[in-house]
């Protein structure tokens, strides 16, 4: 009896399963080229796109690896993708709305895929002085929150706080002597 009900609930669980896949597979609704270059172009002037971010999103709609290039290079050259943009869109928003550090931004970009060189460009433009203050602000707010009686302690939890922000342990110490925080 107990192996008859056995087997009835692993029908079901394969009746269920293969259920769930067919769904998955109608979901999936192939695109013909000049619909998918349509939506790719409507998908990058709502926001700016890396490559890797496209041509995720075309693989996603079904197209095979020559249309999902060709259709990237259509976007590059009607200027709907543009790497370089991107870039320094995405160093910009991080660093002015977000709050983070060089490391975590560029490690950011690299999970996007973008070129070394592109990446330390971008990262360039970031103002040396407004990330010092950045990096100060951060260890302000932070500070207080601390609930830690040992100063060593303390210290240490400010510093691996604005670590997992991003910035570079040297830079943190520099902002932490030159304060009175810790």
Not at 15 to 22: A, E, F, G, S, V
Not at 88 to 112: D, N, P, T
Not at 167 to 177: C, G, Q
Request: charge should be positive.
């Amino acid at each position: 009896m107990l192996l008859n009900l056995f087997d009835f609930i692993l029908a079901i669980l394969a009746i269920l399963i293969n259920t769930m896949i067919d769904d998955n597979e109608k979901k999936k609704v192939k695109l013909d080229k000049k619909t998918a270059l349509a939506k790719a172009e409507h998908y990058c002037a709502y926001q700016e796109r890396a490559q890797q971010e496209i041509r995720d999103k075309l693989y996603e709609w079904g197209l095979w690896s020559d249309d999902v290039e060709n259709i990237i290079s259509e976007l590059i050259q009607t200027n709907f993708l543009n790497e370089e943009r991107f870039t320094e869109a995405y160093v910009s928003g991080k660093f002015k709305i977000k709050r983070w550090g060089k490391i975590k931004i560029k490690q950011g970009l690299k999970l996007k895929r973008i070129p070394e060189k592109m990446i330390q460009r971008a990262l360039n433009g970031i103002d040396y002085d407004e990330y010092l203050k950045v990096i100060l602000e951060a260890a302000q707010k932070k500070a207080p929150l601390i609930k830690e009686n040992d100063a060593f302690k303390r210290k240490f939890k400010l510093i691996s706080y604005l670590v997992s922000k991003g910035f570079e342990k040297d830079l943190i110490l520099d902002v932490l002597k030159t304060s009175d925080l810790v």
